[in-house]
């Protein structure tokens, strides 16, 4: 009996030491994730944990590197060479952000389900299909031939290697202990793989198929008018008039069959089954210094750990300060002693859709350019974690692959089925160097030389220097295109319907040191109709709002100093509003038209009491941004949902811009598209507007009670930064701020400015910046999250840029040495 007992307990306890210690679907191994020895506790970081001296020995490096952290955090790194230069910066990012770029890489090679298991299957599929790896590997054999690039990507991949070698399970970042898995070897073809997906968050999408599947329903006339090609209100990046510095090249001829079925002579088949950013520089003749300053705010998801990190790079022929992608040596936005740069996306339509004929349902053929070429089959491999690994077959064409090959439910619902895919990202090109430049430029000529190289994503790359210049480039690869080839879905049979060849770098649209002594972009069209080549029909939506609001306050300003800008970053003006609201309240009004008008002392009276106060400010405190914010979309919902609607039509379309909304509320009060087809009667204009009235406030009575305090915009938007992998606690919820989407303080529910940045050129370079988060990515670290309250009220933390290692500097708190 004593040996069946023994054996009995020996059997449980054995199990239960499996139980504890294996990952069981979504819940982690609680054993090792709560051990004492080895567990998230070990995570724990007190404050005064960071060494203020230490010497590290990296057997990676050449010589002895000097670093210095600020009371942020921030690593001043003085090498003595390059390579020992990237090396640190690996190796100091990864010290700080491991788990982040690495699970980043995951998600951008299609490998989430070795990690999670089958839940991110789908996941996978989508971007191996997309051709997110393929790019990536593409442009990192070509960027391999490059010595210097090859040389910067391998040391860097050493340094962040040199980190994980030090981790054992006790110091392991807290994500993999949750996750249960370890970090492996770092490479260049992860920094290639990161780029990749920048690309696709900014510029990975297209209306393709919705647009065409609007002209296969309503026509070229109704697409025009609904989705012209140049808005009504503009004011491009570049102004027109701007002259050209160049001579154009011959742009392809218009496809016959294009021409026809936008003049509506043909018939149309139908074809198978909100991020934004603000840069600005002002002259020196505006400044109060006299030279010019810089101001960068990308807005991006909002996340823990943070899209940035903050780093100062010094070396024989650098010093530069900035914000680095963890993953990706340099920095990507900076300056340094003479010159500073940042960037918004162009939003150029570098991503188009070919409608594919096989030649049977093999589909090992296709027809283009009379005859049939051969499909290239490649076979994905993908590991599930605790199943079999899945064998997904990708179709490429010359264009690209075919993202789904077979009937069945997109990951993205604009993917078009059994269409082949053209990407900028799929082509090679050489964007670190471009950053290694821009690191290193010292002049104007430097900057252009720099962004020669640049492919994607397309960037408004703003330039500021001690010269005294000031310009702006729209730039990347541009393919050169028929005026609204990509606007809709295209034919890949006809090789006239293919891309012709590439803009040349030289001459992207550009503009230095305008007469209006300030270059600015907010992803609004980067020229007007007078520049000679497409770049796309369509920019961000809010766009216009934005870039107004920022022309308007740069042309008003004299004596701008590097608070003016920063409160410009923080504008919180609608435009949109301040154009529409007087309409809104008009129509309102009357007349009844047979439908109910708003009672004197209704609760609809209450809130049209506070809006005809109202200064159009989305602040945090204000509560007409609530109303109107419900107000307006449910309006352009009620007008659009019977024509444009998924559950109206069948058909996956998207609804009219906001320049072509405000053209139909202010001037079309009886255009066709007011009334509902789904109902017998009529409605009108005032209806809508009273009905959509009458939904916010019910609406926002139903959540917060009759209209107060509680109404407050900051209530309403409630701005939440979530970690990563959405773990409770990890983040921060309903943050008290102001602002929104279409405002230059572009801050909503999840997005906003990822990274605000000042720079004041001079005899002394200046700078302020701050991201919403800190430098570690460890929740356990004070470090992880001590920027965001100076992000959250609109301030910056001056920069500490240092000349060199050894300058005095109060904010400097700790001195490490790194030596082989």
């Known amino acids: 009996m004593h040996y069946v007992r023994a054996v009995l307990a020996t059997v449980v306890a054995l199990a239960l030491t499996w139980v504890l210690n294996t990952k069981h679907g979504d819940l982690p191994p609680s054993g090792k994730l709560l051990s004492p020895f080895r567990g998230f506790w070990q995570n724990g970081e007190a404050a005064d944990a960071f060494p203020e001296q230490q010497t590290l020995q990296l057997p990676g490096l050449q010589l002895p590197v000097q670093v210095r952290f600020d009371d942020k955090r921030v690593p001043h790194i003085f090498a003595q060479n390059d390579h020992d230069l990237y090396y640190t910066q690996g190796y100091l990012t990864a010290q700080d952000r491991l788990w982040q770029m690495d699970f980043i890489t995951h998600v951008a090679a299609g490998r989430l389900s070795e990690i999670v298991g089958p839940a991110r299957l ?24 490059d010595p210097l690039v090859r040389g910067i990507l391998t040391s860097y991949s050493a340094g962040v290697n040199a980190y994980i070698g030090t981790l054992t399970p006790k110091t392991m970042p807290f994500e993999y202990k ?44 109704v697409v025009k008018d609904l989705f012209p090609s140049y808005p009504v209100q503009e004011e491009p990046i570049v102004p027109v008039g701007t002259p050209l510095d160049f001579q154009p ?68 022929g650098v010093n530069v300060y900035g914000v680095s992608i963890p993953g990706v040596p340099f920095a990507i936005i900076g300056f340094n002693e003479q010159v500073a740069w940042g960037v918004t996306n162009v939003a150029a ?5 070919y409608q594919i004929k096989f030649r049977d349902n093999t589909r090992r053929e296709y027809w283009h350019a009379g005859r049939w070429k051969p499909v290239r089959r490649v ?38 089925i059994a269409h082949a895919m053209r990407w900028t990202a799929h082509d090679a090109a050489n964007e670190f160097q471009t950053f290694y430049r821009l690191n290193r430029a010292h002049n104007y000529q430097d900057y252009t030389a720099a962004l020669s190289t640049y492919g994607a994503p397309a960037q408004n790359f703003i330039f ?60 609004q069209f980067s020229t007007g109709p007078d520049y000679p080549y497409y770049l796309n029909w369509d920019y961000g939506d809010g766009s216009y709002d934005r870039s107004h609001r920022i022309n308007e306050r740069l042309t008003a300003m004299s004596q701008v100093t590097p608070d003016s800008l920063r409160m410009l970053q923080n504008d919180n003006l609608n435009v949109t509003a301040q154009q529409l609201m007087p309409r809104l309240l008009e129509l309102a009004a009357g007349p009844a038209n047979g439908d109910t008008l708003i009672a004197a002392n209704s609760p609809e009276a209450r809130v049209l009491t506070e809006m005809r106060r109202w200064n159009y400010h989305y602040t945090a405190d204000a509560l007409a941004p609530s109303v109107y914010d419900l107000w307006y979309s449910n309006l352009i919902k009620r007008i659009w949902s019977d024509d444009f609607g998924l559950q109206a039509t069948g058909l996956e379309m998207r609804v009219p811009s906001r320049d072509r909304n405000k053209q139909l509320l202010l001037h079309q009060e009886n255009s066709r598209w007011i009334d509902d087809q789904r109902t017998p009667q009529r409605e009108t204009l005032p209806q809508l507007v009273r009905r959509s009235l009458r939904f916010a406030t019910d ?112 904010r400097v708190r700790a001195a490490w040495t790194l030596a082989k």
């Open 122 to 145: 789908e996941t996978d599929r989508f971007f191996r299909r997309m051709g997110l790896p393929f790019g990536a590997q593409k442009s990192l054999d070509s960027v391999m031939t």
């Open 178 to 221: 949750l996750l249960d898995y370890a970090p492996e070897p770092w490479s260049p073809l992860k920094c290639s793989l990161i780029l990749k997906y920048m690309a696709f968050d900014l510029s990975g999408r297209s209306d393709d198929l919705r647009l065409s599947n609007a002209l296969a329903k309503y026509g070229p006339a």
């Open 249 to 316: 090249l011959p742009v392809p001829p218009t496809p016959p069959g294009f021409s026809a079925a936008m003049s509506g002579k043909v018939p149309q088949n139908e074809p198978d089954p909100e991020l934004g950013s603000n840069n600005f520089a002002v002259s020196g003749a505006k400044s109060a210094s006299g030279f010019p300053l810089l101001a960068n705010d990308p807005h991006l998801q909002l996340n823990l750990p943070s899209i940035w990190y903050q780093v100062q790079l010094a070396a024989p």
């Open 349 to 353: 339509d570098v991503l188009d859709w």
């Open 379 to 416: 076979v994905e491999h993908i590991k599930v974690r605790g199943q079999p690994d899945r064998l997904d077959t990708v179709l490429y064409t010359h264009h690209g692959p075919i993202v789904y090959d077979r009937p069945e439910k997109p990951f993205l619902a604009q993917t078009p």
């Open 464 to 523: 500021a220097s001690a010269d005294k210049d000031i310009a702006i480039w729209p730039n990347g690869r541009f393919p050169l295109k028929w005026r609204d080839q990509g606007k809709f879905i295209l034919d890949g049979t006809d090789p006239a319907y293919d891309w012709q060849g590439w803009i040349p770098a030289a001459q992207n649209p550009h503009v230095k040191n305008p007469p209006r002594n300030f270059v600015a972009s907010a992803n």
């Open 699 to 810: 609406s926002l009575t139903r959540k917060y009670g009759p209209i107060g305090p509680k109404w407050a915009w900051k209530n309403q938007k409630s701005t939440d930064i979530l970690h990563m992998l959405q773990i409770p606690g990890f983040g921060h919820m309903d943050l008290d701020c102001g602002g929104g989407a279409g405002i230059v303080n572009a801050t909503t529910n999840r997005t906003g400015p990822s990274w605000r940045m000042v720079v004041a050129l001079g005899p002394q370079v200046k700078a302020y910046g701050v991201f919403p988060g800190g430098q570690s990515g460890n929740p356990g670290s004070a470090a992880y999250d001590d920027m965001l309250e100076t992000w959250r009220v609109g301030k910056l933390n001056e920069l500490v840029f240092l000349r060199t290692a050894g300058e005095a500097n109060p």
